[in-house]
Each structure stands twice: as C-alpha cells, then as structure tokens.
C-alpha cells in the first residue's frame, strides 16, 4: 500500500473535476479525499495499490473533457490507513 498528496493546477474548478476524481478512485477502490484549494488548484490526498494509484495520477492529468489541467505536483507516502473511503472535502 503507497500514498501519494497532489496538487492539480489549471481550470480545474467549475469543471466537476472533485467528482471525476471520486468516480476514478472509487473505481479504483482507492481511499483518501479531494477538495477545492482557495487559490483556484484541487488537492487530493490517495492510498491504495502503487498500480491504481498509477492509474489514478493519470486520470487526474487528463481530467473530466471541461477542464484543462497544466500541471500535477504529486508527492509520494507511506500509506496510513486512516481513511475507509474516498470523499469530497470542504474547500481548504
């Protein structure tokens, strides 16, 4: 199990960008969360297998048809298990 916290840049509010993710990582069965930041970019925070979470980094770079994504800053982690499922979060 790996984690990865990433940060999504671009037109990538407005766009259901934070349910695309949702419906990509629960298809995944990933856990974690996404929300909006104030300055405009989507956070997300995932765990599960290095190859769903592979899949999902790759989804969230091309993201839904209405978005425009310029760029993914991801970091990878230990996996904490502190998360049952994958949600939206408030904005942050």
Known sequence: MK????????RVQGVNFRYFTLRAAKDLDLTG?????????????AEGP??????????????????????????????MGEFSKFKVRLTG
Do not use: M
């Open 3 to 10: 984690r990865f916290h990433a940060v999504v840049s671009g």
């Open 33 to 45: 969360w996404v929300r909006n930041r104030f300055n405009g970019d989507v956070e997300l925070i």
């Open 50 to 79: 290095q190859d769903a979470l592979n899949a999902l980094l790759e989804a969230v770079r091309q993201g839904p048809s209405a978005s425009r994504v310029e760029n993914v800053e991801a970091e990878w982690e230990q996996a």
